[in-house]
């Protein structure tokens, strides 16, 4: 269990990172993916709704604290919304389908995106609520698409707990 969670945060902290230096030299249409977002869905995916929600408030506070211009706790809420929205969907999804994790982080970073721009909007930064920012999460959404494979195979591996696949808790 505490291996599980070094590995967590370990994963958070590369996709932090990578994020910050390899993929913002790597923008399409002004876009990136978002890691920590693609991450948050593979683990709503495997884990469910309250696994996936607290993963996506930490990742999204970290991506927050390091990342963002923007108010501090944004990317929190919505990664954490769109964790515990993409867990509560997990239940009817079919596990065994080959390639669903393009389609999970497409949704995942629609759904992240659209609450991202409606609270920060809300929130007052009237630059949200412009055909720009729409296209930038449209075409990020895309981007989430083309890396999620990768980072739900990290995902997959940092979440992996020996002990409860066996049994013991």
Do not use: K
Not at 102 to 120: D, E, K, M, S
Not at 146 to 164: I, K, L, S, T
Request: hydrophobic fraction near 55%; proline fraction near 4%; include cysteine.
């Amino acid at each position: 269990m505490v291996l599980r969670r070094v590995r967590l945060v370990l994963l958070v902290i590369t996709l932090v990172v990578l994020e910050n230096t390899v993929f913002r030299h790597m923008r399409v249409f002004d876009a990136i993916p978002s890691l920590c977002l693609i991450a948050t869905v593979a683990i709503a995916y495997e884990e469910g709704p309250q696994t996936g929600a607290i993963f996506g408030f930490t990742s999204g506070l970290l991506t927050d604290m390091l990342l963002s211009d923007t108010p501090v706790g944004l990317s929190a809420l919505a990664f954490a919304l769109t964790g515990y929205l993409l867990g509560v969907l997990q239940g009817g999804l079919i596990r065994e389908v080959r390639g669903i994790s393009p389609l999970l982080a497409i949704a995942g970073g629609l759904v992240g995106g659209t609450i991202f721009l409606v609270v920060g909007g809300i929130a007052g930064s009237e630059d949200f609520f412009t055909l720009t920012q729409v296209r930038i999460v449209i075409v990020a959404a895309i981007y989430d698409g083309v890396v999620a494979p990768a980072v739900f195979w990290f995902a997959r591996w940092a979440n992996h707990d020996p002990e409860r696949a066996r049994g013991w808790r």
